[in-house]
């Protein structure tokens, strides 16, 4: 079972920023490709953002990109999403995960943790 902690979400007003942490296991960190997703209400979970394990290299998605960013903490296992300039159609909850490939995309096949509930109101 792999293990995710998803933390650092909350409510901000819109055009705020916020930014989330996907705690692992060293071992996941190392070897694993990250991917950040959300399930907006009423709409299917999708990719919001991935970052391999190996080399750094990273992806956003199209409704993200110039807004969110993610990066790696190597010395603290822990991938973080810097969520800036958020709309109102950024409310979600936010989930990390992993398929236990080394690279991007992540299509998670296990279990998802309990995310990180983002709300972006005024």
């Known amino acids: 079972h792999v293990q995710l902690v998803e933390s650092g979400g909350g409510l901000v007003q819109p055009g705020g920023s916020l930014t989330l942490s996907c705690a692992a296991s060293k071992f996941i960190f190392d070897n694993y490709a990250i991917g950040w997703f959300r399930q907006r209400p009423g709409w299917e979970r999708e990719k919001v953002a991935c970052i391999n394990s190996k080399d750094g290299r990273n992806s956003t998605s199209y409704s993200v990109k110039g807004r969110f960013t993610i990066s790696r903490d190597n010395s603290k296992s822990t991938v973080y999403l810097q969520m800036n300039s958020l709309k109102p159609e950024d409310t979600a909850i936010y989930y990390c995960?992993?398929?236990?490939?080394?690279?991007?995309?992540?299509?998670?096949?296990?279990?998802w943790g309990q995310g990180t509930q983002v709300t972006v109101s005024s």
């Open positions: 995960n992993t398929d236990e490939s080394t690279t991007c995309p992540v299509i998670p096949l296990g279990s």
